[in-house]
């Protein structure tokens, strides 16, 4: 049984940090492509960023560039999502997911979840 599991979300302040992990089990993952997205409340789930397996590519949101840094480690099964100068847009519950069977864009491509962390920035 595959299972993501994130942690690492919090009550932030403005112009903050925080680092999101996420633990895969069940699966081999250092060649599954693996994403974050986030939904706000109201809003669509929203692609952040995907990163490749083996060939280390990495596709971020043009919202989030410069400012979110995904990283993996495979030895632990574990993907990061290192978020810096956080400002109240970026309140919403995070997500990540992994092995996606078309667009990494896309939410419904992803075959796999997690169950969601929430990130809440305070102005």
């Known amino acids: 049984q595959v299972q993501l599991v994130e942690s690492g979300g919090g009550l932030v302040q403005a112009g903050g940090s925080l680092r999101l992990s996420c633990v895969v089990s069940?699966?081999?993952?250092?060649?599954?492509?693996m994403g974050w997205f986030r939904q706000a409340p109201g809003k669509e789930r929203e692609f952040v960023v995907a990163?490749?397996?083996?060939?280390?590519?990495?596709y971020y949101a043009d919202s989030v560039k410069g400012r979110f840094t995904i990283s993996r480690d495979n030895a632990k099964k574990t993907v990061y999502l290192q978020i810096d100068s956080l400002g109240p847009e970026d309140t919403a519950v995070y997500y990540c997911a992994g092995a996606p069977s078309g667009s990494y864009y896309a939410p419904m491509s992803y075959k796999y979840w997690g169950q969601g962390t929430q990130v809440t920035v305070s102005s």
């Open positions: 069940g699966r081999t993952f250092s060649s599954d492509v």
């Open positions: 990163s490749t397996g083996n060939g280390g590519r990495t």
